[in-house]
């Protein structure tokens, strides 16, 4: 079942069951679930027991369960869109839209952290899969894009590999799903601000003096690929 465009996700949005248990709760607690177990893993009956009602229940929602992997990465997937696209549409050199689109993405992976993680865990077993994948593409491309605009502009290292540079950025983006909570910011820092600080400006402030690597003392284990 391919992604649901954007007109028949938000009717099925609007969908009412039963009681106490709508669509968008049902979702919730599917992408919790496959978040848990891996989607593959979960069965109808596994989403059943964690809401505490019949699977039937969830069929008056959704067809099964590839529907609600198709609706969960839709908005995971839009939210990321709408970044692109605002993007798209600024002004100013390629280096302040690399920012912002990095800035944008931090904002939809804390604002939609378990929709984000279960895009970022699939593996393309499915058509849902691969269809989610082939955005995904479509977005570390224009990533790529950006990054060759601002080397050509001379704002970032001119012999930076383009792809291999917009992934080590969304890398490092991605990996925040791994290790972040929501926290209280009492400093009023955004975790955005704090990651294109981090992906722009770096850690040192200051140039490091030239420190030799200590020698390995004998008997020590080689590492991985020495003397290769």
């Not at 699939?122 to 593409?137: I, K, M, P, Q, W």
Request: glycine fraction near 8%; include cysteine.
């Amino acid at each position: 079942m391919p992604l649901l465009p954007p007109e028949d996700h938000a009717a099925a949005v609007r969908r009412r069951g039963r009681p106490g248990y709508d669509l968008p709760s049902v979702l919730a607690v599917a992408v919790e679930v496959f978040n848990e177990r891996g989607y593959d893993r979960t069965s109808m009956r596994d989403l059943a027991g964690r809401l505490g009602i019949a699977k039937s229940a969830i069929y008056h929602h959704v067809t099964g369960k590839e529907e609600l992997l198709s609706l969960a990465l839709d908005r995971a997937l839009s939210g990321l869109s709408a970044v692109v696209a605002r993007t798209r549409a600024l002004d100013g050199p390629a280096i302040a839209r690399l920012e912002y689109l990095i800035r944008g993405s931090v904002e939809v992976l804390e604002s939609e952290l378990p929709y984000v993680t279960l895009l970022l865990r699939v593996r393309g077993n499915t058509e849902v899969e691969r269809a989610a994948l082939d955005r995904r593409r479509a977005f570390d491309r224009f990533a790529a894009e950006l990054v060759l605009a601002a080397a050509r502009d001379g704002d970032i290292w001119r012999d930076a590999d383009a792809l291999v540079s917009a992934r080590l950025l969304f890398g490092l983006v991605n990996s925040i799903v791994e290790w972040y909570r929501p926290p209280r910011r009492p400093d009023g820092r955004s975790l955005a601000d704090t990651v294109c600080a981090l992906a722009f400006d770096g850690l040192r402030t200051r140039r490091a003096p030239d420190v030799p690597c200590p020698p390995v003392p004998p008997g020590s284990p080689a590492l991985p690929g020495a003397g290769q």
